[in-house]
């Protein structure tokens, strides 16, 4: 794992983006993104950039079960809000959450073949406090692909502060899984914030183990972690 330690958020984010820049300009057509809050100025610098997305397609690693696109917790809403509103894809691909409250394992089942017919050339990820990828919370398996996740409590409340309250926030999200991401050909992993040290330190030093998700990326040949001070204090 390639780690690049910058001074703050919004310098990692610049060469967040510089990564993805130069990956598309050597042909990555299929795109992974990411929601959360540590994506939000890497989305920034490519919406005031010049990159053209129209001959691209992107595919999401998350969505909330029971929020609808227009619905401003959705990760359709935010995707639309932070990237896709300037800088239309081809195509983009999020799961339906609503879809999925009747029929979660069919939501999932067709996230699988759109990612099958969509080999992923370059994938955006944060990484969640208890070292959690998309929405893969500890204990889930390396092999695992797309499928519906209960959220944890201590991610439901890690989440809670982008809702009126905590009883808002949806109890399980359609992800994809472990394999789905590291089936990428290129990963950019981000981490911004002590609350991120932690995590970040059992991710690069720690043992490879389902009870640290992230930690599974030492294997990945072409991964690159980008921190600032504060996220790379344990290393
Ligand atoms: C959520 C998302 C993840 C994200 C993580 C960290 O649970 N599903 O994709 O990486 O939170 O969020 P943040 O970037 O806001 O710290």
């Known amino acids: 794992m390639k780690v690049i330690i910058s001074s703050d958020k919004t ?15 050597n042909g990555s057509k299929v ?8 994506p939000v100025t890497l989305y920034q610098e490519w919406t005031e950039s010049n990159l053209d997305n129209s001959n691209l397609i992107s595919i999401n690693l ?5 929020l609808t696109p227009d619905n401003d917790q959705s990760y359709h809403y935010f995707m639309q809000k932070n990237l896709f509103a300037k800088k239309p894809f081809k195509h983009s691909y999020i799961p339906d959450g609503i879809k999925a409250i009747k029929d979660p ?18 994938q955006l990820l944060g990484l ?3 070292g959690h990828i998309a929405f893969n919370e500890p204990g889930t ?7 519906e996740v209960q959220l944890t409590e201590n991610t439901i409340k890690a989440n809670s502060r982008f809702f009126n309250n905590i009883d808002e926030v949806p109890k399980s999200a ?15 992993i981000m981490a911004f914030g ?8 059992k991710m690069v030093e720690g043992p490879v183990t389902e009870e640290v998700p992230a930690s599974i990326l030492q294997k990945h040949e072409n991964v690159t972690l980008i921190v600032d001070q504060a996220a790379a204090s344990k290393l």
Do not use: R, W
Not at 31 to 38: C, E, F, P, R
Not at 108 to 120: G, H, S, T, V
């Open 62 to 66: 998350d969505e909330y079960v029971g």
């Open 141 to 147: 398996p390396f092999d695992s692909v797309t499928h």
């Open 174 to 188: 359609i992800c994809m899984g472990i394999a789905n991401i590291m089936s990428a050909k290129e990963i950019v």
């Open 11 to 25: 310098s990692g984010s610049k060469k967040g983006f510089a990564i993805f820049k130069n990956s598309i300009a």
């Open 105 to 122: 394992e069919g939501t999932a089942a067709d996230y699988n073949k759109i990612i099958a017919e969509n080999p992923i050339d370059i």
């Open 128 to 130: 969640g406090q208890n």
């Open 31 to 38: 795109i992974g993104l990411a929601t959360g809050s540590t």
């Open 194 to 201: 002590d609350n991120k040290a932690e995590a970040v330190q």
